[in-house]
């Protein structure tokens, strides 16, 4: 049974920062092909945030990070986190983490997706 659990959610004030955490487990982790972030906020669609592709330090963000968020992924720990810096009211969200266990073309479409976290919220006051 595949499972991704995030971590890390929680309430900052705006300028803040937060490391979101999502291990997996279940699945080949060195061998998923890409691990993504999404976020939804509510009344609004769940929104690509950040993408990581299996051993290609490339990274994919949405247009607005704007340089404030970071990927990583821990092949050998099986997770992949998400820094984010210099968070905006704006980004009050449920976060998810998800995996694709083969590459394909559209990875900012949550459709693609093979797998997903519960989710954290991230509130972030003004």
């Known amino acids: 049974q595949v499972r991704l659990v995030e971590s890390g959610g929680g309430l900052v004030q705006a300028g803040g920062s937060l490391r979101l955490s999502c291990a997996a487990s279940?699945?080949?982790?060195?061998?998923?092909?890409?691990m993504g972030w999404f976020r939804q906020a509510p009344g609004k669609e769940r929104e690509f945030v950040a993408a990581?592709?299996?051993?290609?330090?490339?990274?994919y963000y949405g247009d607005f990070v704007k340089g404030r968020f970071t990927i990583t992924r821990d092949n050998a720990k099986n997770t992949v986190s998400l820094q984010m810096n210099s968070l905006k009211p704006e980004d009050t969200a449920v976060y998810f983490c998800?995996?694709?266990?083969?590459?394909?073309?559209?990875?900012?479409?949550?459709?693609?997706?093979?797998?997903w976290g519960q989710g954290t919220q991230v509130t972030v006051s003004s």
């Open positions: 279940g699945l080949t982790f060195s061998s998923t092909d890409v």
């Open positions: 990581q592709i299996r051993n290609n330090p490339t990274t």
């Open positions: 998800a995996a694709r266990l083969r590459f394909s073309l559209g990875i900012r479409s949550p459709n693609v997706y093979n797998y």
